[in-house]
């Protein structure tokens, strides 16, 4: 399966002030990772990130195009992209978009089932993989032996009954 060259950053929530501000929640390990982008997707156009702050758990974007509060308004839940050349990640770091829909299999071979969605907590990132029975297994714990989707799969190791 070939990544998609865009990644989802975020969905823009709502206006911030009345000149076309709007706060991205951002869908990232920290908004300051998105800070250095020039440039979003959306709707099938580029516009240009014209100013990017963090303002707490959010990011406050100026966007091209979107001048006032009125146009600020019509940006309400859409989601952003990036292109994923503008993303670099570190060795070993990998973007979660590219794990769901991975074959999850146990150490010995046997199959689990299907990575379907990653939910974020405060103590950590929950795998939900659905196969003859969903299974939560978290990121934390040294579960996963193998959490590369170069791969084309993901590799665990669970304790008996789990």
Wanted: one cysteine or more; charged letters at 30%; glycine letters at 10%.
């Amino acid at each position: 399966m070939e990544a998609s060259p865009y990644l989802e950053i975020g969905r823009i929530v709502n206006t911030h002030g009345v000149r076309g501000e709007v706060k991205l929640e951002p869908w990232a390990d920290s908004p300051e990772q998105l800070k250095a982008l020039k440039r979003v997707f959306f709707d099938g156009r580029a516009a240009a990130l014209e100013q990017c702050r963090v303002h707490g758990r959010f990011l406050i974007l100026k966007l091209e195009g979107v001048e006032t509060v009125e146009d600020a308004m019509a940006m309400k839940g859409k989601i952003l992209r990036a292109d994923r050349a503008d993303l670099p990640l570190p060795e070993g770091r990998y973007f979660i978009q590219d794990m769901i829909g991975l074959p999850v299999f146990e150490d010995d071979g046997a199959e689990l089932g299907v990575l379907t969605e990653v939910m974020d907590y405060p103590a950590g990132r929950i795998f939900v993989v659905k196969g003859e029975t969903e299974r939560l297994i978290p990121e934390k714990g040294g579960f996963f032996t193998s959490l590369d989707p170069a791969l084309g799969r993901l590799t665990v190791k669970l304790p008996e009954g789990m």
